[in-house]
């Protein structure tokens, strides 16, 4: 049986001439040196163009970097209340603008409307917390074990950071970070993804309206290898902060180390989600369709191995089967669409290439596959369920970044956590079971940086750290206090007093 189709027909705009975006770099629109540009196409409708932008050259990030050192010396002067005011007319422009903003990530991206617009709101509350505890967050007095001394602890911007976020979060995690590292007074250089690049752009223009000073943020479009690398090996930034894959965030780390710039790397992930014998199947059902198809499965806390007691799994899978089966596919921007294509080209085959090789390593497809017909026009892959994995298989093992779901027997607790924790990573997991003593020992066990309980592994929350374990991340989380200290230089200050009588 096949997935729901709703066809994706394209927008007229997507047939007249695109329009040609610039760099944002110290206060103005450039564009690259080398006077190339790329195009930004549309997942749901092969080869063509939506926009195009400027294909910047080491050159082009050079600049953005000299212009974000020249701004930062005022800027890091401004106080606390001054940035905080200005992010938050930031984010009072970002949800002025959440439809355009959802609309353009919805076509970039591939992502429902309804994502897309889910995106922007996650935004807004994550900035939004960045804001309000930037109030509480500064240096403290400490005892000093000699006499007549103070000490304490205060803060300083690192300086000029870079911030490199995904095609798959492109709004969500640029704010995840910027809006911290504005916050503590730094300059920041900013390169979107190159399938993402016409949200990085909007999020400029809305810097610029929000009354950033020139050069505190700037936005570089290009190719990773070209202008991230620049951004990366320059010894004017001392801090990145990267979300994307393992192995870009290996490279990211070693070149890096060459300034001792610090990293903060939040990585892939293979997350798994155990459903006990005794889990409420209804509420575990929803959770792996949110967290496994949601976004197309292409979010780093997907659910992507599915571990099932052998008490429930004939019956779990019967009914995730159906579920797939009725999922809607098409137009991003259609309202009905629940499930819309991967995001280009590379992404299709990568994941096309990972359900060949299941089927070849001995995984049985219940249901999936890549798309035929009206959706071969994009880069569509239906809801795809594979049963019979064992732990030799690919497709238990490498992350695929996709809508397609690994699913494993297992008899008790015990054989679940250790087929959980077998994985070179560690981002996200979760559990459904009514005993709190198998919730306790899957908390304790679980070799993840975020345990969830009853619920689908891809929900955080600001107010708590989210990083991965293993080569899931490295360095400093994001999100909470620890989203903050990662922008900052500690300074201990000692201060003795005069002798009395002086």
Known sequence: MNASVRKAAPPATETAAPEVFRNWVGGQWREAGSGLTFDDENPAHRNSAIARFQASEPVDMRAAVEAAAAALPAWRGTALGERQTTCARLLDLLKAERENLATIVCRENGKTIREARAEVDSALIEGRHHVNQASAFGGHTLPISATGMTGWVQYHPVGVVGIVSPWNYPVNVMCRKAIP??????????????????????????????????????????????????????????????????????????????????????LGGKNALIVMDDADLEAALTAVMTAGFGCAGQWCTATSRLLLHDAVHDRFLDMLARRCERLVLGDPLDEHTEMGPVAGFRQFEGVAQAIATAEREGARKVTGGVAEGALAEGYFVRPTVFAGVTPDMAIFRDEIFGPVLAVVRFRDLDEALALANRSVYGLSSGIFTQRLDASLRYIAEIEAGVAHVNMHTGFK??????????????????????????FVEAKSVYLKHAPRGR
């Open 461 to 486: 929350d600001p107010s708590l750290p989210f990083g991965g374990w293993k080569e899931s991340g490295y360095g400093p989380p994001e999100n909470a206090r620890q989203g903050l200290e990662f």
């Open 181 to 266: 590292a504005l916050l503590m007074g730094n300059a920041v250089v900013f390169k979107p993804a190159s399938y993402t690049p016409w949200s990085g752009i909007f999020m400029a223009a809305l810097t610029a309206r929000a009354g950033l000073p020139p050069g505190v943020f700037n936005c570089v479009t290009g190719a990773g290898s070209s202008v991230g690398d620049a951004l990366v090996d320059d010894a004017r930034v001392r801090a990145i902060s990267f979300t994307g894959s393992t192995a870009v965030g290996k490279r990211i780390q070693q070149r890096a180390a060459a300034n001792l710039t610090r990293t903060q790397l939040e």
